[in-house]
Structures are given as C-alpha cells and as structure tokens.
T-cell receptor, first 119, second 110 residues
C-alpha cells in the first residue's frame, strides 16, 4: 500500500496567488514526521518544511505552511504569494518512528506534484 | 551555511564498470542516507549510517555497497553497472528532525 499519496500530478497557479498541494499518508506508527521538498528542474532536493506528529501547531517557514490534519492523515503544503521561481516538482515525504529531538530514519516519498506558476 | 557535498556531480560509465560516489555530510550531522531517483520517479531509500554504523537498508542491490568513514564522509560503491542504474543519487544528512539533501550525482550508464 502506498504510504504517501499525492493525487495532483500537476497544478497551475497565478503569480502572487496562494496554492495548496495535497498529501495524504498512511501509518500505524504514533510517532512520525512529515516533510516537503522542492525539486527544481536543476535536480537538487530543497528542504522546505517539517511537521512532527506530536506538534500541536502547524509548521510554518516563510511563505510555506503545512496544513496538518492528523485525523484525516493529511499534510497539505500551502504556498502563499506564489513566485515564478516556485515552479518545480514538490515531494511530500514521511519518516516513521520519529521520537522527537534526535531522530533519524529513512524517508518515504510520494509521487510528486509539478507546480507551474504563471505570470 | 555548510551544505551536503557530493562528488562527482556527473558520472558517465559503461556497462559492467564500477563507480564510487562520495558524500560529505553537514558538519556535526550524525546520520547519512543514500537515495536513488530514477527518471520521472520519486527518490528511493538505499542505505543509511548512524555514527559510522549501518542503521538501515532499503532496496539496495547486492552489487552496491556503502560505508561511512571516521571523518563521517560516506562512499557508495557500485559494481557491474547496468543500464538501469542510470539515475540521480542523493546523499542526505541529519542531526535532528530535518534531513538535508546534497545536490546529487547524476550517473549515466551507457
């Protein structure tokens, strides 16, 4: 079974508008972490934001925020005030067995969503 | 801020040759991971090291091996290369929650 599902193969947004990229996950582990990465056409994987399963508040990093709905097992990425440079592939990922603090473990990725920002 | 360093950035090999990819984690990071990303695919976990000991293993072929050295840099050794090994290979490192990726090594097997 797919552990991370990104149902939007592609998304389009007008410059300066907000966009939400969907991510749902499946785990029976009570401790886990959720990540979002940006991969531009140049290929590098850029860390955007992290949310721990026990975090009470939604994570925010500048224009990025994570809409964490634990009961629905969703971790959608919201990008506010889109810029042309936001055009890229976006991956949602999960790490199971997060205990908070010093944590290590492999990431399982979703299939990705290609975001295109129009001027 | 220092980032994860990978070398080489590009590598072209013939079938059945060997390749060695190097990774230098962010200073003080205690865990190193290797991922393989095929064309149009999401990254797949290969292997990880915590404090120089193998901590987890994914779908890494037996032809591949890896190790982490005393200075914390890691090397991924790939032998008997096949066409299907052509991919982007990422190294990542972590200390706390975030996992930071290097720029990747693009391996092309001809």
């Amino acid at each position: 079974a797919q552990k991370i599902t990104q149902t939007q193969p592609g998304m389009f947004v007008q410059e300066k508008e907000a966009v939400t990229l969907d991510c749902t996950y499946d785990t029976s582990d009570p401790s886990y972490g959720l990540f979002w990465y940006k991969q531009p056409s140049s290929g590098e994987m850029i860390f955007l934001i992290y949310q721990g399963s026990y975090d009470q508040q939604n994570a925010t990093e500048g224009r990025y925020s994570l809409n964490f709905q634990k009961a629905r097992k969703s971790a959608n990425l919201v990008i506010s005030a889109s810029q042309l440079g936001d055009s890229a592939m976006y991956f949602c990922a999960m790490r199971e067995g997060d205990a908070g603090g010093t944590s290590y473990g492999k990431l399982t990725f979703g299939q990705g969503t290609i975001l295109t920002v129009h001027p | 801020a220092a980032g994860v360093i990978q070398s080489p950035r590009h590598l072209i090999k013939e079938k059945r040759e060997t390749a060695t990819l190097k990774c230098y984690p962010i200073p003080r990071h205690d865990t190193v991971y290797w991922y393989q990303q095929g064309p149009g695919q999401d990254p797949q976990f290969l292997i990880s090291f915590y404090e120089k000991m193998q901590s987890d293993k994914g779908s890494i072929p037996d032809r591949f091996s890896a190790q982490q050295f005393s200075d914390y840099h890691s090397e991924l050794n790939m032998s008997s290369l096949e066409l299907g090994d052509s991919a982007l290979y990422f190294c990542a490192s972590s200390l706390y929650n975030e996992q930071f990726f290097g720029p990747g090594t693009r391996l092309t097997v001809l």
